[in-house]
């Protein structure tokens, strides 16, 4: 919900302006001093071979460098089960083609990963007519190494540990079509006990020497920066201002939407 407002004049407008201004420019030092913490991890060097599928073939992991030094993946929920993409990671998603192009020239590529089959990927890109880089890692350790894969028995047993947070175990009552959860994975074609095993997050790569490093990864709120149209909903008068899902699939404005608060990835 957004906070109440108030009604003034310009110089009072003016005046919490200018605090406001405060707060933020020691908002923009604390980012830039938590992005240069991320840089100073760390080094982890990948000793096992990961094959993606690709439009090119299947190929390494390091081939999804295309020359660069640097690589960001997105581990967008798409798993084999899955009909369609996860909402919540096609409308991130949805700002790939904008800046990838950016990226690639400043020696950094970004590729979005899935589970499913590449095909079911493919024809989902054409449908959203997405053109950033996509890979299925279908039949690789890739998400489960990563942290964004679970098994119905870590599910069932407390076992998943997301975000380097334990989960309880799933209720079974939650495991079916009921619930805000239910009703957006229904929206994938799957079930919400289906649809959960997958998780979103980002990790970040570097090649050198030929040696592929993992650097960084993040998941759930850690992905709000990457949420492009929360940036600018932040900056509206209202501000997030929801109480449940709004957002869905970008050609499926026409549908309902579910009506309750839903945290469908984390």
Known sequence: MSPMHTIGTREQWLAARLDLLAAEKEHTR?????????????WVRLDKAYTLETDAGK???????????QLLA???????????GCPSCSMIADGFDGFAVHLAHHDTMLWAVSRAPLAKL??????????????????????ADFGVLFTEQQQRDG?????????????????GEGGVVGQVAASTGT??????????????????????????????????????????LDRAPKGRNESGMWWRHRDAYGAPAPAQAATCCG
């Not at 967008?76 to 899955?82: E, L």
């Not at 990790?203 to 600018?232: K, N």
């Open 30 to 42: 604390r980012s830039d001093e938590l992005a240069l913490r991320r840089q100073a991890l760390p």
């Open 59 to 69: 190929v390494p992991l390091a081939a999804l460098f295309e020359g660069r030094s």
């Open 74 to 84: 997105y581990h967008f929920m798409f798993g084999p089960d899955y009909d369609v």
């Open 122 to 143: 493919q024809a989902f890109k054409r449908r959203m007519g997405w053109r950033f880089p996509w890979a299925s890692s279908s039949g690789s350790d890739f998400n």
């Open 159 to 175: 076992g998943i540990e997301y975000n380097w947070r334990r989960e309880a175990p799933l209720p079974p009552s939650a495991r």
């Open 191 to 232: 079930d919400a006990a289906t649809f959960t095993r997958e998780r979103p997050g980002m990790s970040a790569f570097v090649l050198e020497d030929g040696v592929v490093y993992h650097t960084y990864s993040t998941y759930a709120r850690g992905l709000d920066g990457l949420w492009g149209a929360y940036q600018w």
